[in-house]
């Protein structure tokens, strides 16, 4: 292999480790309760768990649905034109048919 076919390889692979610990803290943000439900800025199909509209993680079929969610470190939501900080009971896994087996009523 020439010395920039290597470079880009070693490249790469660095890219690669440092987008793992890039998501294993987001995870140990989340665990944390440093994050916030963020709806009206997700595209299609991005979302991360349900709606009224939808049951599960990316099964949203329009950009910046008012209900679609994603989780974002807690006071960025409000940075972010379009952005509105969610706790809808609904907006859980399962979506509103998780509260209708659950005998809640979604609202």
Same mark, same amino acid.
């Given at each position: 292999?020439?010395?920039?076919?290597?470079?880009?390889?070693?490249?790469?692979?660095?890219?690669?480790?440092?987008?793992?610990?890039?998501?294993?803290?987001?995870?140990? =943000?989340?665990? &944390? @309760?440093?994050?916030?439900?963020? /709806? $009206?800025?997700?595209?299609?199909? !991005?979302?991360?768990?349900?709606?009224?509209?939808?049951?599960?993680?990316?099964?949203?079929?329009?950009?910046?649905?008012?209900?679609?969610?994603? =989780?974002?470190? &807690? @006071?960025?939501?409000?940075?972010? /034109? $379009?952005?509105?900080?969610?706790? !809808?009971?609904?907006?859980?896994?399962?979506?509103?048919?998780?509260?209708?087996?659950?005998?809640?009523?979604?609202?």
């Amino acid at each position: 292999m020439s010395k920039q076919a290597n470079t880009l390889v070693a490249a790469s692979i660095a890219t690669l480790v440092a987008l793992g610990g890039s998501l294993a803290s987001g995870t140990a =943000l989340a665990a &944390k @309760g440093d994050m916030e439900k963020c /709806a $009206g800025i997700v595209k299609a199909g !991005k979302n991360d768990c349900g709606t009224s509209k939808s049951a599960c993680a990316g099964t949203s079929t329009m950009d910046r649905d008012s209900e679609a969610w994603i =989780l974002v470190p &807690k @006071g960025t939501c409000a940075r972010i /034109a $379009g952005g509105m900080v969610t706790d !809808k009971p609904e907006n859980q896994h399962g979506g509103a048919a998780a509260l209708a087996a659950g005998g809640k009523k979604a609202g």
